[in-house]
Nanobody, 126 residues
Framework: QVQLVESGGGLVQPGGSLRLSCVAS????????MRWVRQAPGKGVEWVSE????????YYADSVKGRFTISRDNAKKTLYLEMNKLKLEGPAVYYC???????????????????WGRGTQVTVTS
């Protein structure tokens, strides 16, 4: 079955960096677009970034553009999110999500992604 295991979260000071990873199994990773979303306690899910199956097309929310980098290693079946210049904000759980189909197109605002992991918590605090 599909599994997505996120890791790399933690406590970091403003201006610091973290690298999140998401190891995938149970499906043909190289054929599916992937994305990162986050959710703070009591708030809705916020889309952060997405990447197409080959890794050549990447998209970011305005709130993270220029600071976060999404990437993937299809040989390792792993998705990454490099987060730099983190801003002071409360905790949020970051989830990686898989496109529901290999036909899902990125960059068009589609919500055709599913979640199969527990997420990893990131807290930026002084």
């Amino acid at each position: 079955q599909v599994q997505l295991v996120e890791s790399g979260g933690g406590l970091v000071q403003p201006g610091g960096s973290l690298r999140l990873s998401c190891v995938a199994s149970g499906f043909t990773f190289k054929s599916h677009a992937m994305r990162w979303v986050r959710q703070a306690p009591g708030k809705g899910v916020e889309w952060v970034s997405e990447i197409n199956s080959g890794g050549g097309s990447r998209y970011y929310a305005d709130s993270v553009k220029g600071r976060f980098t999404i990437s993937r290693d299809n040989a390792k079946k792993t998705l990454y999110l490099e987060m730099n210049k983190l801003k002071l904000e409360g905790p949020a759980v970051y989830y990686c999500e898989k496109a529901t189909s290999s036909r899902v197109v990125t960059g068009v605002g589609t919500d055709e992604f599913g979640r199969w992991g527990r997420g990893t918590q990131v807290t930026v605090t002084s």
